[in-house]
């Protein structure tokens, strides 16, 4: 019996540490859906501050059937520029899947340079802070001291991100270097993760289709995504605003044969509030169904008390 139990439990361990690896793994392949229009500061630091004001964004993303272990995400962003060319950054991120708890914690610096007198301006951006990775052991039903969840280890360690941007009254040209420690010292921790994102780029183009108080935009967008141990990542789509940029449907179509489809309505001047949702890539659709995500910005600066 004592031999069973043994095996077991080794069995249930190496179960546990698969499925840590796989969590791990969709984390980097399905970012919050948020970076491709709402709040692109997330995939690239040179976004921060580049509208005017005091802007607080909100991200929560979970999968639709709630189970014991399912992932979760949040994320919170705050961003300010007082009208001069420093934007100014704070971002910090937190996931769990299962056991695993994922904490990102962020301070970004953009310097935004104007071009001409039409509001075109490239833009440079640096993020600087930690990550830490751990498994959650008060949340471990079984023996918290077997062998196999002690060889997960993943210390805390300093990370950060540098990207540019070019923007103008239409056109957005953006790319980004995310987890600087990989590129600057390719140590075993960051080498031995999984599908760990290395470069970002994006070119999107916004279309005035009318103007007024029935006013309608579109903006096409094309992401590029190149990520460690597995093929790059395209992501194509389109966000569509309407009345005067108050309401917005978007949906993007992502190379690993999975799709985003959202709306947003702007409450108020202060207030935007979207919706998403994501489906899975088809290699698991067939065992987990997809995710939802709320995202809610708010423009300090445009409070009225």
């Not at 999968?63 to 272990?69: A, C, H, L, N, R």
């Not at 830490?132 to 918290?144: A, H, K, S, V």
Request: charge should be positive; aromatic fraction near 8%; proline fraction near 3%.
């Amino acid at each position: 019996m004592k031999k069973i139990l043994n095996i077991a439990g080794k069995s249930f361990s190496l179960l546990l540490i698969g499925i840590l690896a796989i969590t791990e793994a969709k984390a980097q392949l399905n970012p919050l859906s948020a970076i491709y229009f709402q709040n692109q500061y997330l995939a690239n630091p040179a976004m921060a501050g580049i509208e005017e004001g005091l802007l607080i964004d909100l991200a929560y993303r979970q999968q639709w059937s709630s189970m014991p272990g399912a992932p979760v995400t949040q994320s919170i962003t705050t961003t300010y520029n007082g009208g001069k060319r420093v934007g100014l950054g704070i971002s910090a991120f937190n996931e769990e899947a299962g056991l695993l708890k994922r904490t990102r914690v962020m301070g970004t610096y953009a310097y935004h340079l104007p071009l001409n007198g039409e509001g075109s301006k490239l833009s440079f951006g640096i993020s600087l802070g930690f990550m830490d990775q751990r498994i959650m052991n008060e949340n471990i039903d079984g023996n918290p001291n077997d062998n196999s969840l002690g060889n997960y280890r993943r210390d805390t360690y300093i990370d950060g991100d540098f990207g540019a941007a070019f923007t103008s009254k239409g056109l957005n040209v953006q790319m980004a270097l995310p987890n600087l420690k990989y590129v600057v010292k390719q140590d075993e921790q960051v080498n031995g993760a999984v599908d760990r994102a290395t470069f970002f780029s994006s070119v999107s183009y916004k279309f005035t289709l009318s103007e007024g108080e029935d006013g309608v935009g579109l903006e096409p967008k094309v992401c590029f995504r190149e990520v460690q141990n597995f093929k790059n990542l395209l992501d194509i789509g389109t966000n569509l605003t309407l009345a005067n940029n108050k309401v917005n449907v978007l949906g993007m179509y992502h190379s690993s044969r999975s799709a985003t489809i959202g709306m947003g309505v702007k409450c108020s001047p202060a207030l935007h509030i979207n919706g998403l949702y994501t489906s899975q890539s088809s290699e698991i659709r067939s065992f987990i169904n997809g995710n939802f995500e709320i995202n809610l910005k708010l423009n300090v600066s445009k409070l009225r008390l």
